[in-house]
């Protein structure tokens, strides 16, 4: 057990006992290793059920759309809170309603790229500071945990929560002199058939299972755009026309907002990459507008706002 | 997306420039046309017997 564990147990029931909040959602430890799964407190004597380690990478914020508590406790990591204060802007919650306890994230793990180095089924994890070691019949692997991070979490510049109430353990160092787009440049210095060609391959595995859109804080339609039937906007197979469609269609309502959680990409059962096309039009946002998601509760979102300056040089 | 250059075009014109929105159109038709047909995000409809 982590001391962070502990920090949000005892703030957990703090906040349920003395009132402060209804309900506080967290993590306790999924019925798998490496796969712990939200969960609703609404008993301080429950709180001993929640956890925190390298396998919290599900974004809470995905819960608390048009909830009606009036006061919710939420842990949150950096990309949580980032996710929370767009939930904020997009009127799904009101920041009263909420009291974030933040937890400054050193980055979670990809089960996948665990899974992979081990020769079997892995039965038991823990962790220390820095090293995940995986046990299962017959094997012990012990990992550099930076050798394990989810590929979003090994470039993220925002692992302090940007908002919160209550803060679980001292905030960390923001990882300086990250290349975060490294993958965009070499997908935009492609020709537009390479490109083409890219992408067929990028998406071919897809089963349009929509656990990406189900995964995602910002995919919280009522009805999806893919769901619905009359008019039936894309094709409900694996024609790989819809598929190209229902991906580049989410991405695109995702820009602007999107701050590269990973959760989409940790959902996705066949391990699409699907983040090159979020992080593409999060690039174009941060290089065209400045303009990073849910950093502040002041400033609106880019497109949601007209500056004189703003770029048009593709209109004529 | 890999779509072509020049296939997909974007231009602000008020209800009042009528005579811009004939040129925009006939520049945008003159361009694709050079392109030629385009064969992405075309879906092959199904065969019926």
């Given at each position: 057990?982590?001391?962070?564990?502990?920090?949000?147990?005892?703030?957990?029931?703090?906040?349920?006992?003395?009132?402060?909040?209804?309900?506080?959602?967290?993590?306790?430890?999924?019925?798998?290793?490496?796969?712990?799964?939200?969960?609703?407190?609404?008993?301080?004597?429950?709180?001993?059920?929640?956890v925190?380690?390298?396998?919290?990478?599900?974004?809470?914020?995905n819960?608390?759309?048009?909830?009606?508590?009036?006061?919710i406790?939420?842990?949150?990591?950096?990309?949580?809170?980032?996710?929370?204060?767009?939930?904020?802007?997009?009127?799904?919650?009101?920041?009263?309603?909420l009291?974030?306890?933040?937890?400054?994230?050193?980055?979670?793990?990809?089960?996948?790229?665990?899974?992979?180095?081990?020769?079997g089924?892995?039965?038991?994890?823990?962790?220390?500071?820095?090293?995940?070691?995986?046990?299962?019949?017959?094997?012990?692997?012990?990992?550099?945990?930076?050798?394990?991070?989810?590929?979003?979490?090994?470039?993220?510049?925002?692992?302090?929560?940007?908002?919160?109430?209550?803060?679980?353990?001292?905030?960390?160092?923001?990882?300086?002199?990250?290349?975060r787009?490294?993958?965009?440049?070499?997908?935009?210095?492609?020709?537009?058939?390479?490109?083409?060609?890219?992408?067929?391959?990028?998406?071919?595995?897809?089963?349009?299972?929509?656990?990406?859109?189900?995964?995602?804080?910002?995919?919280?339609?009522?009805?999806?755009?893919?769901?619905?039937?009359?008019?039936?906007?894309?094709?409900?197979?694996?024609?790989?026309?819809?598929?190209?469609?229902?991906?580049?269609?989410?991405?695109?309502?995702?820009?602007?907002?999107?701050?590269?959680?990973?959760?989409?990409?940790?959902?996705?059962?066949?391990?699409?990459?699907?983040?090159?096309?979020?992080?593409?039009?999060?690039?174009?946002?941060?290089?065209?507008?400045?303009?990073?998601?849910?950093?502040?509760?002041?400033?609106?979102?880019?497109?949601?706002?007209?500056?004189?300056?703003?770029?048009?040089?593709?209109?004529? | 997306?890999?779509?072509?250059?020049?296939?997909?075009?974007?231009?602000?014109?008020s209800?009042?420039?009528?005579?811009?929105?004939?040129?925009?159109?006939?520049?945008?038709?003159?361009?694709?046309?050079?392109?030629?047909?385009?064969?992405?995000?075309?879906?092959?409809?199904?065969?019926?017997?």
């Amino acid at each position: 057990m982590t001391s962070t564990t502990e920090i949000l147990r005892e703030t957990a029931a703090r906040l349920l006992a003395s009132g402060a909040v209804e309900m506080v959602i967290g993590f306790r430890q999924g019925t798998i290793p490496m796969m712990n799964e939200p969960c609703f407190v609404r008993k301080p004597a429950e709180a001993g059920l929640l956890v925190w380690d390298s396998h919290c990478g599900i974004n809470l914020a995905n819960y608390v759309t048009d909830r009606k508590e009036k006061k919710i406790g939420i842990v949150a990591k950096g990309c949580d809170s980032r996710n929370l204060v767009t939930h904020i802007l997009e009127n799904k919650i009101r920041r009263e309603q909420l009291v974030v306890i933040g937890v400054p994230c050193r980055g979670m793990a990809d089960k996948r790229k665990i899974a992979m180095k081990c020769p079997g089924e892995i039965l038991r994890v823990h962790e220390t500071e820095t090293a995940i070691t995986a046990e299962g019949e017959g094997f012990t692997r012990t990992f550099e945990k930076a050798d394990v991070l989810q590929h979003n979490c090994s470039l993220c510049t925002h692992r302090n929560p940007v908002i919160h109430d209550e803060l679980a353990g001292e905030p960390v160092e923001e990882q300086q002199g990250v290349d975060r787009y490294a993958d965009v440049r070499a997908v935009e210095a492609m020709s537009p058939e390479q490109r083409w060609k890219y992408f067929e391959d990028l998406l071919a595995p897809c089963i349009r299972c929509y656990a990406c859109r189900n995964a995602c804080p910002l995919c919280y339609c009522p009805t999806c755009f893919v769901d619905e039937s009359r008019p039936q906007w894309v094709g409900k197979g694996q024609d790989p026309v819809d598929v190209r469609t229902f991906h580049f269609l989410r991405a695109y309502h995702c820009a602007g907002r999107c701050t590269d959680c990973g959760a989409c990409e940790r959902a996705c059962p066949v391990g699409i990459n699907m983040r090159l096309f979020t992080k593409k039009l999060e690039k174009d946002c941060l290089e065209l507008f400045g303009w990073e998601a849910g950093l502040s509760l002041e400033v609106r979102p880019a497109l949601d706002h007209y500056r004189p300056n703003d770029p048009n040089d593709f209109i004529r | 997306m890999g779509i072509e250059p020049g296939r997909l075009q974007f231009s602000w014109i008020s209800s009042a420039e009528s005579t811009k929105f004939v040129t925009v159109a006939a520049q945008v038709t003159e361009a694709v046309r050079a392109l030629g047909p385009n064969t992405r995000f075309i879906k092959p409809l199904a065969e019926v017997a």
